[in-house]
């Protein structure tokens, strides 16, 4: 069994920054990638950013040289630092992991979705 629990979530005023967390916890034998991804009203969820076991990261060109994604593996735990926020960064935030468990079974796993609301 595999638990994402994330925070950071909130309200913000276009120009400011958040920074979201999401810590993994469980029958954890490794992490391969993690990201985020967020949906908005109306909208498909999409991949905002990920990085891979080896750090390598990956971003959509909206949040390009605002937001940054990092990993710490000693904690299981991602994070997504989110700068110069504009008002159609305004979404659920889910993080999204790659587990293999203790049992060798592969999962998907995902957060429970924290809101980020830009807004003056």
């Known amino acids: 069994q595999v638990q994402l629990v994330e925070s950071g979530g909130g309200l913000v005023q276009p120009g400011g920054s958040l920074r979201l967390s999401c810590a993994a916890s469980?029958?954890?034998?490794?992490?391969?990638?993690m990201g985020w991804y967020r949906q908005a009203p109306g909208k498909k969820r999409e991949l905002v950013a990920d990085?891979?076991?080896?750090?390598?990261?990956n971003y959509i060109d909206s949040v390009k040289g605002r937001f940054a994604i990092s990993r710490d593996n000693g904690k299981n735990t991602v994070y997504l630092q989110m700068n110069s926020l504009k008002s159609e960064d305004t979404a659920v935030y889910y993080c999204?992991?790659?587990?293999?468990?203790?049992?060798?079974?592969?999962?998907?796993?995902w957060g429970q979705g924290t809101q980020v609301t830009v807004s003056s």
């Open positions: 469980g029958s954890i034998f490794s992490i391969s990638s």
């Open positions: 990085i891979t076991s080896g750090a390598r990261t």
């Open positions: 999204n992991m790659v587990i293999w468990t203790v049992a060798g079974l592969f999962t998907n796993a």
